[in-house]
Nanobody, 118 residues
C-alpha cells in the first residue's frame, strides 16, 4: 500500500522560504512521477509542480515559476518542494501526489498547511 507523508508546512512571513518534504513508502519510487498540489480555502486543488519518475523533467504552474523548485531523492524515496519568495496567495494545504507511470494509479498524502502571513 502506497503511503505518502508530507512535512515542512509552517507559518512564514511574506518573502520567506519553506521546504516541504514527502516521504513515500510501499512503492517502487522510481516507477512513479511525483507532484505537489495545493488547495486554498474555497478554491479547487491545483497542480503546483511535477517531476518525472527519473527526475529528468520538471514542470511548474505559472504562478510559482522561478520561486519554487521540485526535486527528488531516489535513495530516500522522498520528493521536495523548495518554496522561496512566498506570497500570501501561496497559502494553502499542500498535497503530495504519486502516479504510477505504467498504470496511472494515483495516491495522495494527507497534506501539510502552509500559512504566509505577517
Amino acid at each position: 500500500q502506497v503511503q505518502l507523508v508530507e512535512s515542512g508546512g509552517d507559518l512564514v512571513q511574506p518573502g520567506g522560504s519553506l521546504r516541504l518534504s514527502c516521504a513515500a513508502s510501499g512503492l517502487t519510487f522510481n516507477r512513479y512521477a511525483m507532484s505537489w498540489y495545493r488547495q486554498a480555502p474555497g478554491k479547487e486543488r491545483e497542480l503546483v509542480a511535477h517531476i518525472t519518475s527519473t527526475g529528468g523533467t520538471t514542470n511548474y504552474a505559472d504562478s510559482v515559476k522561478g520561486r519554487f523548485t521540485i526535486s527528488r531523492d531516489q535513495a530516500k524515496n522522498t520528493v521536495y518542494l523548495q518554496m522561496n519568495s512566498l506570497k500570501p496567495e501561496d497559502m494553502a494545504i499542500y498535497y503530495c501526489n504519486a502516479k504510477d507511470i505504467t498504470w496511472g494509479f494515483q495516491s495522495w498524502g494527507q497534506g501539510t498547511q502552509v500559512t504566509v502571513s505577517s
